[in-house]
Protein backbone atom coordinates (compact mmCIF):
# COMPACT_ATOMS: atom_id res chain seq x y z
CA UNK A 1 0.00 0.00 0.00
CA UNK A 2 1.09 3.13 -0.66
CA UNK A 3 -0.06 7.00 0.49
CA UNK A 4 0.44 9.89 -0.95
CA UNK A 5 -0.27 13.34 -1.67
CA UNK A 6 -0.77 13.49 -5.29
CA UNK A 7 -2.51 10.73 -7.21
CA UNK A 8 -0.10 9.88 -10.49
CA UNK A 9 3.02 9.41 -7.47
CA UNK A 10 0.59 7.00 -5.77
CA UNK A 11 0.06 5.16 -8.57
CA UNK A 12 3.75 5.24 -10.65
CA UNK A 13 4.40 3.90 -6.19
CA UNK A 14 2.09 1.47 -6.58
CA UNK A 15 2.62 0.42 -10.33
CA UNK A 16 6.51 -0.26 -8.33
CA UNK A 17 5.51 -2.82 -5.52
CA UNK A 18 3.51 -4.36 -7.91
CA UNK A 19 6.55 -5.30 -9.91
CA UNK A 20 8.11 -6.38 -6.63
CA UNK A 21 9.95 -3.60 -5.70
CA UNK A 22 10.50 -2.53 -1.80
CA UNK A 23 8.89 -0.36 -0.20
CA UNK A 24 11.80 1.81 -0.20
CA UNK A 25 11.94 2.04 -4.04
CA UNK A 26 8.21 3.15 -4.14
CA UNK A 27 8.86 5.95 -1.33
CA UNK A 28 11.83 6.97 -4.00
CA UNK A 29 9.76 6.45 -7.01
CA UNK A 30 7.00 8.70 -5.49
CA UNK A 31 9.19 11.11 -3.94
CA UNK A 32 10.76 12.04 -7.38
CA UNK A 33 7.31 11.83 -9.03
CA UNK A 34 6.28 14.63 -6.45
CA UNK A 35 9.08 16.73 -7.18
CA UNK A 36 7.16 17.15 -10.54
CA UNK A 37 3.69 17.15 -10.28
CA UNK A 38 3.62 19.09 -6.98
CA UNK A 39 7.15 20.93 -7.49
CA UNK A 40 5.76 24.00 -5.55
CA UNK A 41 6.43 21.94 -2.65
CA UNK A 42 9.46 19.76 -3.27
CA UNK A 43 12.20 18.70 -5.57
CA UNK A 44 15.48 18.00 -6.01
CA UNK A 45 16.85 21.18 -4.52
CA UNK A 46 15.06 20.46 -1.25
CA UNK A 47 15.67 17.87 1.64
CA UNK A 48 14.26 14.30 2.94
CA UNK A 49 13.80 12.21 6.12
CA UNK A 50 12.81 8.60 6.32
CA UNK A 51 12.12 6.48 9.64
CA UNK A 52 12.62 2.73 7.55
CA UNK A 53 10.87 -0.20 9.47
CA UNK A 54 12.49 -3.32 8.53
CA UNK A 55 10.58 -6.31 9.23
CA UNK A 56 12.86 -8.88 9.05
CA UNK A 57 14.81 -7.45 12.08
CA UNK A 58 11.80 -5.08 14.07
CA UNK A 59 14.37 -2.30 13.67
CA UNK A 60 14.01 1.28 12.75
CA UNK A 61 16.12 3.41 11.32
CA UNK A 62 16.42 7.40 10.40
CA UNK A 63 17.47 8.67 7.26
CA UNK A 64 18.75 12.42 7.99
CA UNK A 65 18.86 14.16 4.00
CA UNK A 66 18.83 17.56 5.02
CA UNK A 67 21.97 19.87 3.73
CA UNK A 68 24.52 22.06 5.64
CA UNK A 69 24.55 25.73 5.24
CA UNK A 70 27.66 27.26 3.35
CA UNK A 71 31.02 26.94 4.55
CA UNK A 72 31.39 31.07 3.69
CA UNK A 73 27.94 31.56 5.68
CA UNK A 74 28.33 34.53 7.97
CA UNK A 75 25.89 36.47 10.54
CA UNK A 76 27.99 39.57 10.34
CA UNK A 77 27.53 39.95 6.69
CA UNK A 78 23.82 39.35 7.27
CA UNK A 79 23.89 42.47 9.84
CA UNK A 80 25.87 44.59 7.64
CA UNK A 81 23.02 43.98 5.30
CA UNK A 82 20.76 45.69 7.97
CA UNK A 83 19.27 42.17 8.79
CA UNK A 84 17.90 41.92 12.37
CA UNK A 85 16.64 38.34 11.95
CA UNK A 86 17.44 35.30 9.82
CA UNK A 87 15.81 36.85 6.21
CA UNK A 88 12.65 34.22 4.51
CA UNK A 89 13.29 33.98 0.48
CA UNK A 90 16.73 35.43 0.06
CA UNK A 91 19.77 33.47 -1.35
CA UNK A 92 21.12 33.92 2.09
CA UNK A 93 18.38 30.97 3.02
CA UNK A 94 19.54 28.64 0.48
CA UNK A 95 21.48 25.54 1.96
CA UNK A 96 22.94 22.17 0.23
CA UNK A 97 19.72 20.45 -0.76
CA UNK A 98 20.00 16.68 0.29
CA UNK A 99 16.78 14.80 -1.09
CA UNK A 100 19.27 13.60 -4.46
CA UNK A 101 21.64 11.87 -2.00
CA UNK A 102 18.58 10.60 0.61
CA UNK A 103 17.32 8.78 -2.95
CA UNK A 104 20.21 6.80 -3.22
CA UNK A 105 21.11 6.53 0.07
CA UNK A 106 17.67 5.08 0.97
CA UNK A 107 17.90 2.85 -2.40
CA UNK A 108 21.37 1.26 -1.50
CA UNK A 109 20.66 0.36 1.87
CA UNK A 110 17.07 -1.14 1.67
CA UNK A 111 16.18 -0.91 -1.93
CA UNK A 112 15.84 -3.17 -5.07
CA UNK A 113 16.01 -1.23 -8.01
CA UNK A 114 18.66 1.40 -9.74
CA UNK A 115 17.91 4.76 -8.65
CA UNK A 116 17.97 5.44 -12.76
CA UNK A 117 14.31 2.87 -12.31
CA UNK A 118 13.29 4.92 -9.91
CA UNK A 119 13.66 8.51 -11.45
CA UNK A 120 12.21 6.83 -14.99
CA UNK A 121 8.19 7.43 -14.08
CA UNK A 122 9.27 11.11 -13.00
CA UNK A 123 11.10 11.89 -16.18
CA UNK A 124 8.86 10.67 -18.15
CA UNK A 125 5.68 13.14 -16.61
CA UNK A 126 8.50 15.70 -16.50
CA UNK A 127 8.79 15.81 -20.60
CA UNK A 128 5.31 14.45 -22.02
CA UNK A 129 3.76 16.16 -18.92
CA UNK A 130 0.86 15.98 -16.66
CA UNK A 131 -2.50 17.22 -15.39
CA UNK A 132 -2.27 19.69 -12.36
CA UNK A 133 -4.75 18.43 -9.41
CA UNK A 134 -6.80 21.45 -7.37
CA UNK A 135 -4.83 22.05 -4.43
CA UNK A 136 -1.50 22.16 -5.85
CA UNK A 137 -3.04 24.18 -8.50
CA UNK A 138 -4.32 26.81 -5.57
CA UNK A 139 -0.66 26.93 -4.14
CA UNK A 140 1.05 27.15 -7.52
CA UNK A 141 -1.19 30.57 -8.50
CA UNK A 142 0.30 32.18 -4.82
CA UNK A 143 3.89 31.53 -6.03
CA UNK A 144 4.30 33.44 -9.60
CA UNK A 145 5.28 36.37 -8.54
CA UNK A 146 8.37 34.93 -6.28
CA UNK A 147 9.14 32.74 -9.22
CA UNK A 148 9.89 35.86 -11.60
CA UNK A 149 10.74 37.77 -8.26
CA UNK A 150 8.53 40.20 -10.28
CA UNK A 151 8.91 43.95 -9.64
CA UNK A 152 6.51 45.07 -6.60
CA UNK A 153 6.88 41.19 -5.12
CA UNK A 154 7.07 41.85 -1.79
CA UNK A 155 8.59 39.11 0.75
CA UNK A 156 9.66 41.52 3.84
CA UNK A 157 13.10 40.33 3.40
CA UNK A 158 15.63 43.71 2.52
CA UNK A 159 17.43 42.18 -0.46
CA UNK A 160 15.66 39.92 -3.14
CA UNK A 161 17.91 40.32 -6.11
CA UNK A 162 17.15 40.62 -9.59
CA UNK A 163 14.25 39.50 -11.86
CA UNK A 164 14.52 35.86 -12.68
CA UNK A 165 14.08 34.90 -16.34
CA UNK A 166 14.73 30.77 -14.96
CA UNK A 167 11.41 31.28 -13.07
CA UNK A 168 9.49 30.58 -16.15
CA UNK A 169 10.57 27.28 -16.20
CA UNK A 170 7.90 26.52 -13.55
CA UNK A 171 5.46 28.34 -15.28
CA UNK A 172 2.73 27.91 -18.30
CA UNK A 173 3.26 30.91 -20.32
CA UNK A 174 4.53 33.51 -17.37
CA UNK A 175 1.46 32.08 -15.07
CA UNK A 176 0.72 29.45 -12.61
CA UNK A 177 -0.67 26.54 -14.48
CA UNK A 178 -4.81 25.86 -14.02
CA UNK A 179 -6.47 22.46 -12.14
CA UNK A 180 -6.97 20.53 -14.94
CA UNK A 181 -4.00 22.19 -17.43
CA UNK A 182 -1.62 19.79 -18.52
CA UNK A 183 1.79 21.01 -17.21
CA UNK A 184 5.60 20.02 -18.69
CA UNK A 185 8.38 20.68 -16.80
CA UNK A 186 11.25 19.81 -19.33
CA UNK A 187 14.32 21.39 -17.98
CA UNK A 188 14.01 19.52 -14.47
CA UNK A 189 13.13 16.59 -16.47
CA UNK A 190 16.60 17.09 -17.89
CA UNK A 191 17.87 17.18 -14.80
CA UNK A 192 16.25 13.59 -13.61
CA UNK A 193 17.75 12.30 -16.79
CA UNK A 194 21.58 13.73 -15.76
CA UNK A 195 20.97 12.27 -12.51
CA UNK A 196 19.48 9.03 -13.41
CA UNK A 197 22.67 8.72 -15.92
CA UNK A 198 25.50 9.74 -13.68
CA UNK A 199 24.01 9.46 -9.96
CA UNK A 200 24.04 11.92 -7.29
CA UNK A 201 27.47 13.07 -8.27
CA UNK A 202 25.84 14.56 -10.99
CA UNK A 203 24.36 16.51 -9.42
CA UNK A 204 26.68 17.63 -6.57
CA UNK A 205 29.73 17.71 -8.41
CA UNK A 206 29.93 19.35 -12.25
CA UNK A 207 27.73 21.67 -14.26
CA UNK A 208 24.90 21.42 -12.11
CA UNK A 209 26.71 22.15 -9.20
CA UNK A 210 28.38 24.86 -11.49
CA UNK A 211 25.48 26.22 -12.03
CA UNK A 212 23.54 26.62 -8.81
CA UNK A 213 26.22 28.07 -6.78
CA UNK A 214 26.87 30.57 -10.19
CA UNK A 215 23.02 31.17 -9.34
CA UNK A 216 22.94 31.38 -5.17
CA UNK A 217 25.93 33.72 -5.47
CA UNK A 218 24.43 36.25 -8.18
CA UNK A 219 21.81 36.61 -5.66
CA UNK A 220 24.05 37.59 -2.63
CA UNK A 221 24.12 34.02 -1.62
CA UNK A 222 27.02 31.86 0.13
CA UNK A 223 26.68 28.50 -1.63
CA UNK A 224 29.73 27.45 -3.52
CA UNK A 225 30.73 23.72 -5.50
CA UNK A 226 32.77 22.67 -2.73
CA UNK A 227 29.95 23.13 -0.31
CA UNK A 228 27.66 20.90 -2.42
CA UNK A 229 30.52 18.26 -3.09
CA UNK A 230 31.19 17.95 0.46
CA UNK A 231 27.29 17.05 1.65
CA UNK A 232 26.26 13.55 2.46
CA UNK A 233 23.25 12.48 4.15
CA UNK A 234 23.34 10.54 7.73
CA UNK A 235 21.55 7.21 8.87
CA UNK A 236 20.71 7.61 12.81
CA UNK A 237 19.10 5.98 15.61
CA UNK A 238 15.38 7.43 15.76
CA UNK A 239 14.02 8.48 19.42
CA UNK A 240 10.92 7.21 20.80
CA UNK A 241 7.96 7.34 23.09
CA UNK A 242 5.59 5.29 24.38
CA UNK A 243 2.14 6.67 23.68
CA UNK A 244 -0.86 3.83 25.11
CA UNK A 245 0.54 0.50 23.91
CA UNK A 246 2.31 1.82 20.84
CA UNK A 247 6.09 3.24 20.42
CA UNK A 248 6.11 6.53 18.46
CA UNK A 249 9.56 7.04 16.28
CA UNK A 250 10.71 9.90 15.13
CA UNK A 251 13.68 11.03 13.56
CA UNK A 252 16.41 13.02 16.08
CA UNK A 253 17.10 16.51 15.90
CA UNK A 254 18.36 18.76 13.98
CA UNK A 255 14.30 18.01 13.48
CA UNK A 256 11.11 18.85 15.12
CA UNK A 257 10.61 15.14 15.85
CA UNK A 258 11.67 16.21 19.46
CA UNK A 259 8.29 18.63 19.81
CA UNK A 260 5.99 15.82 18.70
CA UNK A 261 8.55 13.19 20.96
CA UNK A 262 7.70 15.46 24.55
CA UNK A 263 4.05 15.97 23.58
CA UNK A 264 3.27 12.62 23.19
CA UNK A 265 5.42 11.63 26.13
CA UNK A 266 3.67 14.37 28.16
CA UNK A 267 -0.33 13.44 26.77
CA UNK A 268 0.33 9.56 27.44
CA UNK A 269 0.23 9.87 31.37
CA UNK A 270 -3.07 11.22 31.26
CA UNK A 271 -5.89 8.64 31.01
CA UNK A 272 -8.18 9.58 27.66
CA UNK A 273 -9.70 5.85 28.09
CA UNK A 274 -13.21 7.76 29.18
CA UNK A 275 -12.14 10.80 29.34
CA UNK A 276 -14.52 13.87 27.74
CA UNK A 277 -13.36 14.75 24.12
CA UNK A 278 -13.47 18.51 25.25
CA UNK A 279 -11.43 17.76 28.25
CA UNK A 280 -8.89 15.64 26.02
CA UNK A 281 -8.76 18.52 23.30
CA UNK A 282 -7.16 20.66 26.29
CA UNK A 283 -4.72 18.69 27.78
CA UNK A 284 -3.62 17.29 23.77
CA UNK A 285 -2.78 21.39 23.44
CA UNK A 286 -1.54 21.83 26.36
CA UNK A 287 1.11 18.87 25.71
CA UNK A 288 2.17 20.41 22.08
CA UNK A 289 2.68 23.87 23.94
CA UNK A 290 5.09 21.96 25.91
CA UNK A 291 6.82 19.92 22.92
CA UNK A 292 7.53 23.38 20.96
CA UNK A 293 8.98 25.22 24.08
CA UNK A 294 11.45 22.56 24.63
CA UNK A 295 12.21 22.19 20.45
CA UNK A 296 12.37 25.66 20.23
CA UNK A 297 14.95 26.18 22.98
CA UNK A 298 17.13 23.32 21.73
CA UNK A 299 16.50 21.51 18.47
CA UNK A 300 20.17 21.90 16.38
CA UNK A 301 22.44 20.60 14.30
CA UNK A 302 24.06 17.71 17.25
CA UNK A 303 27.22 18.16 15.42
CA UNK A 304 27.27 21.30 16.85
CA UNK A 305 25.27 21.61 20.01
CA UNK A 306 25.28 18.96 22.84
CA UNK A 307 21.52 18.75 22.78
CA UNK A 308 19.95 17.04 25.92
CA UNK A 309 17.63 14.92 23.96
CA UNK A 310 17.54 11.72 26.59
CA UNK A 311 16.73 13.95 29.56
CA UNK A 312 13.78 15.69 27.46
CA UNK A 313 12.64 12.39 26.77
CA UNK A 314 13.39 11.44 30.06
CA UNK A 315 9.58 10.08 31.93
CA UNK A 316 10.99 12.03 34.94
CA UNK A 317 11.12 14.79 33.48
CA UNK A 318 8.11 14.26 31.41
CA UNK A 319 5.80 13.97 34.36
CA UNK A 320 7.31 16.89 35.84
CA UNK A 321 6.04 18.90 32.63
CA UNK A 322 2.62 17.02 32.62
CA UNK A 323 1.92 17.66 36.50
CA UNK A 324 2.30 21.88 35.00
CA UNK A 325 -0.98 21.85 33.26
CA UNK A 326 -3.75 23.52 34.27
CA UNK A 327 -6.91 20.81 33.34
CA UNK A 328 -9.14 24.28 33.57
CA UNK A 329 -7.12 26.57 31.45
CA UNK A 330 -4.74 27.17 28.65
CA UNK A 331 -0.89 28.10 29.86
CA UNK A 332 -0.28 32.03 28.62
CA UNK A 333 3.30 31.82 29.87
CA UNK A 334 5.05 28.63 27.68
CA UNK A 335 7.90 30.20 25.82
CA UNK A 336 7.12 29.50 21.55
CA UNK A 337 9.37 29.79 18.49
CA UNK A 338 9.39 30.69 15.19
CA UNK A 339 6.93 30.72 12.26
CA UNK A 340 7.36 26.83 10.44
CA UNK A 341 6.73 26.83 6.30
CA UNK A 342 3.21 25.05 5.17
CA UNK A 343 4.65 23.31 1.37
CA UNK A 344 6.10 19.79 1.77
CA UNK A 345 4.88 16.17 0.47
CA UNK A 346 5.06 12.77 2.20
CA UNK A 347 4.72 9.49 1.34
CA UNK A 348 3.80 6.30 3.34
CA UNK A 349 4.71 2.40 1.73
CA UNK A 350 4.50 -0.46 2.99
CA UNK A 351 5.24 -3.47 0.82
CA UNK A 352 4.53 -7.12 0.56
CA UNK A 353 7.00 -8.15 2.83
CA UNK A 354 6.01 -6.11 5.99
CA UNK A 355 8.59 -3.53 5.26
CA UNK A 356 7.85 0.46 5.84
CA UNK A 357 8.81 3.40 4.88
CA UNK A 358 7.68 6.53 6.05
CA UNK A 359 9.09 9.43 3.98
CA UNK A 360 9.34 13.68 4.22
CA UNK A 361 10.77 15.99 1.17
CA UNK A 362 10.63 19.48 1.02
CA UNK A 363 11.42 22.73 -0.69
CA UNK A 364 10.13 24.66 3.00
CA UNK A 365 8.09 27.55 2.02
CA UNK A 366 6.34 27.21 -0.99
CA UNK A 367 8.98 27.06 -3.97
CA UNK A 368 11.84 27.35 -0.97
CA UNK A 369 13.50 30.59 -2.05
CA UNK A 370 11.65 30.66 -5.47
CA UNK A 371 15.54 30.96 -7.10
CA UNK A 372 15.17 28.23 -9.95
CA UNK A 373 18.31 27.35 -11.61
CA UNK A 374 18.67 28.43 -15.33
CA UNK A 375 18.17 25.69 -17.58
CA UNK A 376 17.52 23.27 -14.91
CA UNK A 377 13.79 23.58 -13.62
CA UNK A 378 15.22 22.96 -9.71
CA UNK A 379 14.05 25.40 -7.29
CA UNK A 380 16.53 25.81 -4.09
CA UNK A 381 14.94 25.39 -0.64
CA UNK A 382 14.84 28.07 1.73
CA UNK A 383 16.36 26.10 5.12
CA UNK A 384 18.67 28.57 5.95
CA UNK A 385 15.28 30.50 7.33
CA UNK A 386 15.05 27.80 10.19
CA UNK A 387 18.39 29.32 11.65
CA UNK A 388 18.36 31.71 14.90
CA UNK A 389 19.45 35.10 14.75
CA UNK A 390 20.88 34.87 18.29
CA UNK A 391 24.57 34.19 18.44
CA UNK A 392 23.84 32.33 22.09
CA UNK A 393 21.29 29.67 20.59
CA UNK A 394 22.36 26.35 20.05
CA UNK A 395 20.62 26.93 16.50
CA UNK A 396 22.42 29.67 15.65
CA UNK A 397 23.29 30.69 12.16
CA UNK A 398 26.59 29.32 10.67
CA UNK A 399 29.23 27.71 8.85
CA UNK A 400 28.25 23.94 7.94
CA UNK A 401 25.45 23.45 9.88
CA UNK A 402 22.43 21.77 9.83
CA UNK A 403 19.37 24.55 10.44
CA UNK A 404 16.01 23.64 12.97
CA UNK A 405 14.14 21.43 10.26
CA UNK A 406 10.17 21.29 10.37
CA UNK A 407 10.05 18.04 8.22
CA UNK A 408 9.24 15.28 9.83
CA UNK A 409 8.06 11.42 9.27
CA UNK A 410 6.35 9.02 11.85
CA UNK A 411 6.38 5.81 12.27
CA UNK A 412 4.89 3.50 15.29
CA UNK A 413 5.46 -0.34 16.37
CA UNK A 414 3.30 -2.52 18.90
CA UNK A 415 5.33 -5.44 20.63
CA UNK A 416 7.88 -4.18 18.19
CA UNK A 417 5.60 -5.12 14.59
CA UNK A 418 4.74 -2.05 12.61
CA UNK A 419 1.42 -0.48 13.71
CA UNK A 420 1.39 2.64 11.24
CA UNK A 421 3.38 4.62 9.16
CA UNK A 422 2.14 7.74 9.14
CA UNK A 423 3.20 11.59 8.54
CA UNK A 424 1.17 14.86 8.17
CA UNK A 425 2.72 18.32 6.08
CA UNK A 426 2.68 21.67 6.78
CA UNK A 427 5.40 23.30 8.62
CA UNK A 428 4.80 23.86 12.76
CA UNK A 429 1.50 22.08 11.93
CA UNK A 430 3.51 18.55 11.76
CA UNK A 431 4.14 17.48 15.55
CA UNK A 432 0.52 18.71 16.07
CA UNK A 433 -0.61 16.85 13.25
CA UNK A 434 1.51 13.90 14.55
CA UNK A 435 -0.26 14.26 18.13
CA UNK A 436 -3.38 14.66 16.57
CA UNK A 437 -3.71 11.64 14.25
CA UNK A 438 -1.98 9.12 16.68
CA UNK A 439 -4.54 10.33 19.26
CA UNK A 440 -7.22 9.74 16.71
CA UNK A 441 -5.83 6.19 16.16
CA UNK A 442 -5.38 5.32 19.47
CA UNK A 443 -7.77 7.31 22.25
CA UNK A 444 -10.86 7.61 19.81
CA UNK A 445 -10.24 4.07 18.20
CA UNK A 446 -10.82 5.70 14.49
CA UNK A 447 -9.94 4.22 11.00
CA UNK A 448 -7.09 5.91 9.02
CA UNK A 449 -9.45 7.67 6.69
CA UNK A 450 -11.17 9.11 9.66
CA UNK A 451 -8.60 9.74 11.63
CA UNK A 452 -7.48 12.14 9.01
CA UNK A 453 -10.85 13.84 7.87
CA UNK A 454 -10.85 14.83 11.59
CA UNK A 455 -11.20 18.57 12.36
CA UNK A 456 -7.97 20.00 13.77
CA UNK A 457 -6.41 22.58 16.08
CA UNK A 458 -2.79 24.46 15.50
CA UNK A 459 -1.00 26.56 17.78
CA UNK A 460 0.08 29.67 15.74
CA UNK A 461 3.09 32.18 16.64
CA UNK A 462 4.92 34.86 15.12
CA UNK A 463 8.74 34.64 15.22
CA UNK A 464 8.25 35.09 19.26
CA UNK A 465 6.80 34.15 22.08
CA UNK A 466 3.13 35.63 22.26
CA UNK A 467 0.47 34.65 25.08
CA UNK A 468 -2.13 36.29 23.22
CA UNK A 469 -1.51 34.04 19.53
CA UNK A 470 -4.87 32.41 18.89
CA UNK A 471 -5.15 28.67 18.55
CA UNK A 472 -6.68 27.99 15.44
CA UNK A 473 -9.33 25.43 15.07
CA UNK A 474 -11.25 23.93 12.09
CA UNK A 475 -14.66 23.90 11.71
CA UNK A 476 -16.28 20.56 12.49
CA UNK A 477 -15.48 20.04 16.01
CA UNK A 478 -18.66 19.23 18.35
CA UNK A 479 -20.15 22.55 19.88
CA UNK A 480 -18.72 21.43 23.42
CA UNK A 481 -15.39 21.52 22.63
CA UNK A 482 -15.48 24.51 20.57
CA UNK A 483 -16.83 26.05 23.90
CA UNK A 484 -14.12 24.68 26.00
CA UNK A 485 -11.86 26.33 23.96
CA UNK A 486 -12.61 29.51 24.53
CA UNK A 487 -13.64 29.11 27.91
CA UNK A 488 -10.39 27.82 29.03
CA UNK A 489 -8.52 31.14 27.22
CA UNK A 490 -7.00 29.21 24.19
CA UNK A 491 -8.50 32.19 21.81
CA UNK A 492 -9.68 29.70 19.04
CA UNK A 493 -9.91 31.38 15.29
CA UNK A 494 -12.23 28.92 13.53
CA UNK A 495 -10.69 27.63 10.32
CA UNK A 496 -12.82 27.24 6.60
CA UNK A 497 -12.60 27.10 3.24
CA UNK A 498 -8.75 27.07 1.37
CA UNK A 499 -7.30 28.18 4.65
CA UNK A 500 -7.57 24.52 5.83
CA UNK A 501 -4.99 24.11 3.95
CA UNK A 502 -2.92 25.45 6.67
CA UNK A 503 -4.32 22.56 9.25
CA UNK A 504 -1.60 20.22 7.15
CA UNK A 505 -1.96 16.97 5.12
CA UNK A 506 -1.38 13.68 6.04
CA UNK A 507 -1.37 9.87 5.00
CA UNK A 508 -1.63 7.10 7.35
CA UNK A 509 -1.00 3.40 6.87
CA UNK A 510 -2.58 1.30 9.90
CA UNK A 511 -1.52 -2.52 10.09
CA UNK A 512 -3.71 -4.80 11.60
CA UNK A 513 -1.58 -6.94 13.90
CA UNK A 514 -3.66 -10.65 13.52
CA UNK A 515 -4.46 -10.40 9.79
CA UNK A 516 -1.33 -8.48 8.53
CA UNK A 517 -4.44 -6.42 6.21
CA UNK A 518 -2.97 -2.35 5.56
CA UNK A 519 -5.56 -0.16 5.85
CA UNK A 520 -5.06 3.50 4.33
CA UNK A 521 -5.88 6.51 4.65
CA UNK A 522 -5.05 10.35 2.54
CA UNK A 523 -6.05 13.78 3.25
CA UNK A 524 -8.97 15.63 2.26
CA UNK A 525 -7.29 18.67 2.73
CA UNK A 526 -4.88 17.78 -0.33
CA UNK A 527 -5.07 16.34 -3.82
CA UNK A 528 -3.71 12.47 -3.13
CA UNK A 529 -5.03 8.53 -2.21
CA UNK A 530 -4.17 5.68 -0.47
CA UNK A 531 -4.22 2.45 -2.85
CA UNK A 532 -3.46 -1.36 -2.05
CA UNK A 533 -3.70 -4.41 -3.70
Known amino acids: MVATSQPLAAEAALDTLRRGGSAADAAVVAGAMLSVTEPVSTGPGGDAFALVYEAATGKVHALNGSGRSAAATSREELRRLMYSRMPTYTAHTVTVPGA ?44 RDKLLRAPGWGSGDIYNGPEQASGRELLLDGRAPRAGELMRIPTLGGTLREIAAGGPDAFYRGEFASKMAAHVQRYGGWIAEEDLAAHASEWTEPIAVPYGDVTLFECPPNGQGLAASIAAGVADGFDFADADEADRQHLLVEA ?40 ERAARAVPAGPRMGDDTVYVSVVDGDGNAVSFIQSLYMGTGTGLVVPGTGVSLQNRGAGFSFD ?35 GGDMQPQGHLQVLGNLLDRKMTPQAALDAPRWRITWDRAPDPAAPLHIEDGFARSTMEMFAARGHRPRVVTGAARIGMG ?6 RDPESGILTGGSDPRKDGAALGY
Open 100 to 143: VAAWADLLDRFGRMSLADALAPAIRAAEEGFPVTDWIAYGWSRQ
Open 288 to 327: MRIGFADAFRHVADPAHADLPVDGLLDPAYLAERREGIDP
Open 391 to 425: ESHPNAVGPGKRPYHTIIPALTTRAGHLHACFGVM
Open 505 to 510: GGQVIE
